[in-house]
């Protein structure tokens, strides 16, 4: 199994970036699927998760207005639309799988993790 992130990179404050997570040999639409970021110096932190079947989505309350995630099961992926991005926003972005249905808040409930996408919100 191997998830890639992708769609980080420098924006400046007030942009937008959407993340992509593929999946090859795991059909994601079966799979709690959520993201993570990691600042430096920081623990990783849960950002967004979403859901199987009726597609719940979670988002962490000082983001949750900023971003949208969704499935994309044509090409396997899971997307995180991140809007009007902040200094505060620059971390590495990971995406994570659980084999579940539901939304876990923490790392050790994920058994499947992508490389990460630096995301860098500067002007």
């Known amino acids: 199994v191997q998830l890639q992130a992708s769609g980080g990179g420098l924006v400046q404050p007030g942009g937008s970036l959407r993340l992509s997570c593929a999946a090859s040999r795991l059909p994601l639409k079966w799979y709690a699927s959520a993201w993570f970021r990691q600042a430096p110096g920081k623990e990783r932190e849960w950002v967004s998760c979403?859901?199987?079947?009726?597609?719940?989505?979670y988002y962490t309350d000082s983001l949750k207005d900023r971003l949208t995630i969704s499935r994309d099961n044509t090409n396997n992926a899971v997307n995180l639309q991140m809007n009007s991005l902040k200094p505060e926003d620059t971390a590495i972005y990971y995406c994570?799988?659980?084999?579940?249905?539901?939304?876990?808040?923490?790392?050790?409930?994920?058994?499947?993790w992508g490389r990460g996408t630096q995301v860098t919100v500067s002007s």
């Open positions: 979403i859901t199987v079947g009726d597609e719940k989505t």
């Open positions: 994570a799988v659980s084999d579940s249905r539901g939304c876990f808040f923490d790392t050790g409930s994920y058994e499947f």
